[in-house]
């Protein structure tokens, strides 16, 4: 019980940042006490901040306290040292190899717990007391332990190093500036520390602040994941809802239309057999009547013949000849028929509307926008190839090369009637849609041409159809030696080298498209900067006087 009472006794008074019996204790005013060297320690490396705290409940002190002496745990402390439980360093105060040493110990040296930049020594705890009893060893600047004191002397006036040079950038000592850096610009080393110092903490800000803006950041991609996993599981689930009521609902189609053709087989088929027993039973009427007519024919009476054939013949007039009249062996093939071109429709919409769904899937993407790329090579990696939709072809428009080249026609093509089709203005959308990055070139011939994006709902005819006439389309307005840029049937005027081949960049998520003139270098001639609310499709409109003018979207290898 004695003994665990001392235990506590020493607990009690040690310092909880040495982990040590306090020395030179002393009291701050939250009431913990510490090492008065450990806490002055403690609070210079806070001095920038211009708040002191209490390393063990964390209380803030404005203006820093001032340091004195606790006379009274002093007093326990040397009472305790006296009851020998201090009597001798553990092994572990000794210094090793890679410990700084005291350089006052003799024999086998302790590890030093401070060095004197002023005496270029360290010192353990027991030589460096009188750093902290005496009044002469005040001034002196006591740092954590270090082997580089030597560092600290002039090795051209063995003096210690209290100056700096601003002229070579180094240490120097007070004789320095006489001979060897006369007339150079030199401060105190403090001074030249202090500049410094702010230097360094106006930079750790800048350092602290990009940790707390990358920190949220991060926080914010953390969200974006969680977000993402959210939509992707939810779209997940809804698409597999909405794909099994589409299954069921053709399944349902499939069972309805069994159904029906098994009725439809059940009814002709009664018909049929209805009409055969009628049949049936005529065959069986005329063979009866073809059998007394067989038996009056061999009478050999010739009175009787004639007595009986009135009766005979009148009941054997010669039956009306068969009016049924089969078809060619085909009855439920056309339903057949009319099903496949169901499915031959139903998978133009799903390839059609699949690639837009997918197109859709690819452009999700959460970090910023790739820049422009700034060289032709560079577009070339976002390369598309452009097909032309020969349902929104004008009548004046010939189709050709794979549907990658339009020339305007003198005459009417043949077209069918279709609901996409332009009707007023020689105009034509491609069948993909286009999300994400994507580039492509257009090559062209005639007095002038539009090049453009729309959208997929923009008139087809009437006001607005035109590109670059409404808010649905924009369009670069191409000359023999000049540009527009139109939208929104305001034109702007585009400076550039005349050029047949066009080169179009789309960056649909960051809302960017550019108009480049393509010759031997790329030259912009103009970038829009907008939000795209749908998915665009590339256009052109073909104008001139049937001078068979054309455009073909290049096809890169």
Same mark, same amino acid.
């Given at each position: 019980?004695?003994?665990?009472?001392?235990?506590?006794?020493?607990?009690?008074?040690?310092?909880?940042?040495?982990?040590?019996?306090?020395?030179?204790?002393?009291?701050?005013?939250?009431?913990?006490?510490?090492?008065?060297?450990?806490?002055?320690?403690?609070?210079?490396?806070?001095?920038?901040?211009?708040?002191?705290?209490?390393?063990?409940?964390?209380?803030?002190?404005?203006?820093?306290?001032?340091?004195?002496?606790?006379?009274?745990?002093?007093?326990?402390?040397?009472?305790?040292?006296?009851?020998?439980?201090?009597?001798?360093?553990?092994?572990?105060?000794?210094?090793?190899?890679?410990?700084?040493?005291?350089?006052?110990?003799?024999?086998?040296?302790?590890?030093?717990?401070?060095?004197?930049?002023?005496?270029?020594?360290?010192?353990?705890?027991?030589?460096?007391?009188?750093?902290?009893?005496?009044?002469?060893?005040?001034?002196?600047?006591?740092?954590?332990?270090?082997?580089?004191?030597?560092?600290?002397?002039?090795?051209?006036?063995?003096?210690?190093?209290?100056?700096?040079?601003?002229?070579?950038?180094?240490?120097?000592?007070?004789?320095?500036?006489?001979?060897?850096?006369?007339?150079?610009?030199?401060?105190?080393?403090?001074?030249?520390?202090?500049?410094?110092?702010?230097?360094?903490?106006? &930079?750790?800000?800048?350092?602290?602040?990009?940790?707390?803006?990358? /920190?949220? !950041? +991060?926080? #914010?991609? %953390?969200? $974006?994941? *969680?977000?993402?996993?959210?939509?992707?599981?939810?779209?997940?689930?809804?698409?597999?809802?909405?794909?099994?009521?589409?299954?069921?609902?053709?399944?349902?189609?499939?069972?309805?239309?069994?159904?029906?053709?098994?009725?439809?087989?059940?009814?002709?088929?009664?018909?049929?057999?209805?009409?055969?027993?009628?049949?049936?039973?005529?065959?069986?009427?005329?063979?009866?009547?073809?059998?007394?007519?067989?038996?009056?024919?061999?009478?050999?009476?010739?009175?009787?013949?004639?007595?009986?054939?009135?009766?005979?013949?009148?009941?054997?007039?010669?039956?009306?000849?068969?009016?049924?009249?089969?078809?060619?062996?085909?009855?439920?093939?056309?339903?057949?028929?009319?099903?496949?071109?169901?499915?031959?429709?139903?998978?133009?919409?799903? &390839?059609?509307?699949?690639?837009?769904?997918?197109?859709?899937?690819? /452009?999700? !993407? +959460?970090? #910023?926008? %790739?820049? $422009?790329? *700034?060289?032709?090579?560079?577009?070339?990696?976002?390369?598309?190839?452009?097909?032309?939709?020969?349902?929104?072809?004008?009548?004046?428009?010939?189709?050709?090369?794979?549907?990658?080249?339009?020339?305007?026609?003198?005459?009417?093509?043949?077209?069918?009637?279709?609901?996409?089709?332009?009707?007023?203005?020689?105009?034509?959308?491609?069948?993909?849609?286009?999300?994400?990055?994507?580039?492509?070139?257009?090559?062209?011939?005639?007095?002038?041409?539009?090049?453009?994006?729309?959208?997929?709902?923009?008139?087809?005819?009437?006001?607005?159809?035109?590109?670059?006439?409404?808010?649905?389309?924009?369009?670069?307005?191409?000359?023999?030696?000049?540009?527009?840029?139109?939208?929104?049937?305001?034109?702007?005027?585009?400076?550039?080298?005349?050029?047949?081949?066009?080169?179009?960049?789309?960056?649909?998520?960051?809302?960017?498209?550019?108009?480049?003139?393509?010759? $031997?270098?790329?030259?912009?001639?103009?970038?829009?900067?907008?939000?795209?609310?749908?998915?665009?499709?590339?256009?052109?409109?073909?104008?001139?006087?049937?001078?068979?003018?054309?455009?073909?979207?290049?096809?890169?290898?």
């Amino acid at each position: 019980m004695e003994q665990h009472g001392v235990q506590l006794d020493q607990e009690t008074i040690s310092c909880s940042i040495c982990l040590d019996l306090l020395m030179n204790p002393v009291t701050i005013p939250c009431g913990h006490s510490y090492c008065m060297s450990c806490i002055k320690a403690h609070w210079d490396q806070e001095d920038h901040k211009g708040i002191h705290s209490c390393p063990q409940c964390r209380k803030n002190f404005i203006p820093r306290p001032v340091l004195g002496k606790n006379t009274m745990l002093a007093a326990l402390v040397e009472q305790l040292k006296k009851t020998g439980l201090q009597a001798a360093p553990a092994d572990h105060c000794y210094a090793g190899p890679e410990d700084v040493a005291c350089d006052f110990c003799s024999g086998r040296k302790l590890k030093a717990i401070k060095s004197c930049l002023f005496c270029l020594a360290s010192y353990c705890e027991k030589h460096l007391q009188p750093h902290y009893d005496s009044a002469a060893f005040q001034k002196h600047k006591l740092v954590e332990p270090s082997k580089n004191l030597q560092e600290n002397i002039c090795s051209r006036h063995d003096e210690v190093m209290k100056m700096f040079c601003r002229t070579d950038q180094k240490c120097i000592c007070y004789l320095c500036p006489v001979d060897e850096h006369k007339g150079h610009n030199t401060v105190s080393a403090a001074a030249e520390r202090a500049e410094r110092q702010r230097e360094l903490e106006v &930079r750790r800000q800048t350092i602290q602040q990009g940790i707390q803006d990358r /920190e949220k !950041d +991060v926080k #914010l991609l %953390q969200q $974006e994941v *969680e977000a993402i996993n959210h939509s992707a599981d939810k779209t997940v689930e809804d698409n597999e809802k909405i794909f099994s009521q589409l299954i069921r609902l053709i399944q349902k189609r499939s069972s309805d239309m069994k159904q029906q053709i098994r009725s439809q087989q059940e009814t002709e088929v009664s018909r049929v057999k209805e009409l055969q027993e009628k049949l049936e039973q005529e065959i069986t009427e005329l063979k009866r009547r073809d059998a007394e007519l067989k038996q009056l024919s061999h009478t050999e009476d010739h009175n009787q013949f004639l007595h009986n054939y009135p009766s005979v013949s009148a009941l054997s007039e010669s039956p009306h000849s068969s009016s049924i009249k089969t078809k060619h062996l085909r009855y439920f093939e056309d339903v057949t028929a009319a099903v496949e071109e169901l499915r031959d429709k139903l998978e133009d919409i799903l &390839r059609d509307e699949w690639t837009n769904i997918s197109l859709t899937v690819s /452009e999700v !993407d +959460v970090l #910023l926008p %790739q820049p $422009e790329p *700034e060289s032709r090579a560079g577009f070339l990696k976002y390369s598309c190839e452009i097909t032309l939709n020969p349902n929104t072809a004008n009548t004046r428009l010939l189709l050709s090369e794979g549907n990658r080249k339009v020339t305007l026609m003198n005459q009417d093509q043949y077209y069918s009637d279709h609901p996409d089709r332009f009707t007023d203005y020689c105009q034509v959308l491609s069948r993909e849609s286009l999300t994400g990055q994507c580039y492509w070139e257009v090559e062209w011939r005639g007095t002038q041409i539009f090049i453009a994006v729309s959208y997929k709902n923009i008139n087809r005819a009437g006001n607005g159809c035109q590109f670059g006439f409404s808010d649905k389309s924009w369009a670069l307005r191409c000359f023999q030696d000049s540009y527009e840029l139109w939208y929104n049937n305001i034109s702007t005027t585009v400076s550039g080298p005349g050029s047949s081949r066009v080169g179009v960049y789309l960056d649909h998520r960051a809302g960017v498209l550019s108009f480049y003139s393509v010759s $031997e270098t790329m030259t912009l001639l103009h970038r829009v900067q907008t939000t795209f609310t749908q998915p665009l499709h590339a256009g052109v409109w073909v104008d001139g006087v049937f001078d068979f003018a054309s455009a073909e979207f290049c096809k890169f290898k």
